[in-house]
């Protein structure tokens, strides 16, 4: 996904939720400005700060990966799934981790 796409993506749903981008930076540890350069499409996040996003947005961590096009609908399309054994939800083999309740996941 193109910089401003997924900025705009991002500042519409922070919007959403009615936060400010100072209380998302609280509630993700990033710091505002750094949010605020994502948003205006100055900055491409890394995975680190997409999965620090996630929560507060509404994502899951791995939708907002394949928003971002960290991961392409024909690979989600082709993967296998396993059942987390913490919360029983669905997730990806090539994750480490449940993308639900963010517990590790044996394999």
Do not use: W
């Not at 922070?14 to 710091?31: F, N, Y």
């Not at 491409?44 to 929560?55: D, H, M």
């Not at 791995?62 to 024909?74: H, N, P, T, Y």
């Amino acid at each position: 996904m193109d910089t401003n796409k997924l900025g705009t993506m991002l500042r519409e749903r922070r919007e959403e939720k009615g936060l400010s981008q100072v209380k998302l930076g609280k509630l993700s540890g990033l710091h505002h400005a750094h949010i605020a350069r994502i948003e205006r499409g100055e900055r491409f996040p890394k995975g680190s700060t997409l999965r620090k996003l996630a929560e507060p947005l509404g994502f899951s961590e791995f939708e907002l990966c394949k928003l971002a096009g960290f991961i392409s609908q024909d690979a989600v399309d082709r993967v296998d799934k396993v059942k987390c054994p913490r919360c029983g939800e669905l997730n990806p083999l090539d994750v480490t981790r449940c993308i639900y309740c963010m517990r590790n996941m044996r394999r």
